[in-house]
Nanobody
Framework: QVQLVESGGGLVQAGDSLRLSCAAT????????MAWFRQAPGKERQFVAT????????NYAGFVKGRFAISRDNAKNTVYLQMNSLKPEDTAVYYC?????????????????RGQGTQVTVSS
């Protein structure tokens, strides 16, 4: 497995932007499909975005609506989530996850490497 550590979360105002990073150690993520999930207080964890090994295939949850962008730098072993036009309902813990395959999946349980999360709080 690869170890994943998220960073970049914080407290921002509605309309602001944040860029989350997910740094991987232990293995190269070039063989991993990577994804971001989030979990708001009292709610189920939900899929946000996924990116294939090469970055050629990207999928987003419907609620992203062009506001978020997932990217990866395999040379730096890091995945990013650029979040723009943040809303209070985006408040959640954001998790990075990796799956040792290039099959795109959007279910948390199907990812075999998972980070501890970074808190994003958006005030109105």
């Amino acid at each position: 497995q690869v170890q994943l550590v998220e960073s970049g979360g914080g407290l921002v105002q509605a309309g602001d932007s944040l860029r989350l990073s997910c740094a991987a150690t232990g293995r190269t993520i070039s063989n991993y499909n990577m994804a971001w999930f989030r979990q708001a207080p009292g709610k189920e964890r939900q899929f946000v975005a996924t990116i294939s090994r090469s970055g050629s295939a990207i999928n987003y949850a419907g609620f992203v609506k062009g506001r978020f962008a997932i990217s990866r730098d395999n040379a730096k072993n890091t995945v990013y989530l650029q979040m723009n036009s943040l809303k209070p309902e985006d408040t959640a813990v954001y998790y990075c996850a990796g799956r040792y395959t290039d099959v795109v999946v959007t279910t948390w349980d199907e990812y075999d490497s998972r980070g501890q999360g970074t808190q994003v709080t958006v005030s109105s």
